[in-house]
């Protein structure tokens, strides 16, 4: 189920509310813009009406996955939906749960990349979606009692200029889908990654991931919470989905929070 309000501050702060209130999981607030709109560490997420704010409830059970690999799920489900508009700019407007629907090998099989002509898109840990290098999308989980909250925002019409990072739409790479028929369409995509995350586990998540992360190898700088910024190579994720970062004296540091830049 989802829900649509013309404006609120946050959905993810709405949906900790509704989840307090024993919203069931799998119901999604989406909002056509945001007043406060947020990022991780606190970040301002810019919200004009055009782009996708949503979030959805998860309630966490005994037996599941680590609850911060949620963050893998929502990222591999985004980037499945993004790979279909962008392979169907020819009639975006339903583009996402038709394709999803006759053919949901396609998406999940296809190459990592290019997306689209030209374009190379990329998932970056720990929950960015980027399209020749720029940041399309983020992801934000936040945690109470059992439920957790996976905020996604998405640029589809518009992008910042104003971010310490290079920011990019859809629309910059041809894809103009509408809102609502984008929020189908990833909310069907989440369930689906989410009962493979319930039901076998974080391992094919993790292999997913990977398929669809900048190659093993990437030079990255990993910015630690304390300050602290560490360059080195990708090596992958570990067994609980946290970051490799292969060192230039031949060892490895395996970082559990952070954010990490290409170089």
């Known amino acids: 189920m989802i829900r649509t309000v013309a404006e609120t501050g946050s959905t993810n702060a709405d949906m900790l509310l509704l989840a307090a209130a024993g919203a069931e999981e799998g119901l999604w607030l989406r909002a056509e813009r945001q007043s406060g709109g947020r990022g991780r560490q606190?970040?301002?997420?810019?919200?004009?009406?055009?782009?996708?704010?949503?979030?959805?409830?998860?309630?966490?059970?005994?037996?599941?996955?680590a609850a911060a690999t949620l963050a893998l799920v929502a990222a591999i489900a985004l980037e499945e939906v993004v790979r279909v508009y962008l392979t169907n700019t020819v009639a975006p407007a339903k583009a996402g749960a038709a394709a999803l629907g006759r053919a949901p090998a396609g998406a999940r099989d296809a190459p990592a990349a290019p997306a689209s002509a030209g374009a190379t898109m990329w998932i970056k840990w720990p929950n960015d979606l980027l399209l020749d290098g720029a940041k399309l999308s983020g992801i934000l989980l936040e945690r109470s009692g059992d439920a957790v909250?996976?905020?996604?925002?998405?640029?589809?019409?518009?992008?910042?200029?104003?971010?310490?990072?290079?920011?990019?739409?859809?629309?910059?790479?041809?894809?103009?889908?509408?809102?609502?028929?984008?929020?189908?369409?990833?909310?069907?995509?989440?369930?689906?990654?989410?009962?493979?995350?319930?039901?076998?586990?974080?391992?094919?998540?993790?292999?997913?991931?990977?398929?669809?992360?900048?190659?093993?190898?990437?030079?990255?700088?990993?910015?630690?919470?304390?300050?602290?910024?560490?360059?080195?190579?990708?090596?992958?994720?570990?067994?609980?989905?946290?970051?490799?970062?292969?060192?230039?004296?031949?060892?490895?540091?395996?970082?559990?929070?952070?954010?990490?830049?290409l170089i």
């Open 42 to 65: 606190g970040r301002v997420w810019a919200s004009p009406v055009g782009n996708f704010y949503g979030s959805t409830v998860v309630r966490v059970r005994a037996g599941d996955p």
């Open 149 to 261: 909250i996976v905020g996604i925002g998405v640029n589809l019409a518009h992008h910042p200029d104003d971010t310490d990072r290079l920011a990019t739409s859809l629309a910059d790479h041809g894809a103009t889908p509408d809102p609502a028929d984008f929020a189908e369409t990833l909310a069907e995509a989440f369930a689906r990654w989410l009962a493979i995350w319930r039901g076998q586990g974080l391992a094919p998540i993790r292999t997913r991931w990977l398929e669809r992360a900048h190659p093993v190898g990437t030079a990255l700088t990993a910015r630690l919470p304390d300050g602290q910024a560490i360059d080195g190579l990708f090596g992958g994720l570990d067994g609980d989905g946290a970051l490799i970062l292969r060192l230039a004296d031949g060892g490895s540091r395996v970082i559990h929070a952070g954010d990490v830049f």
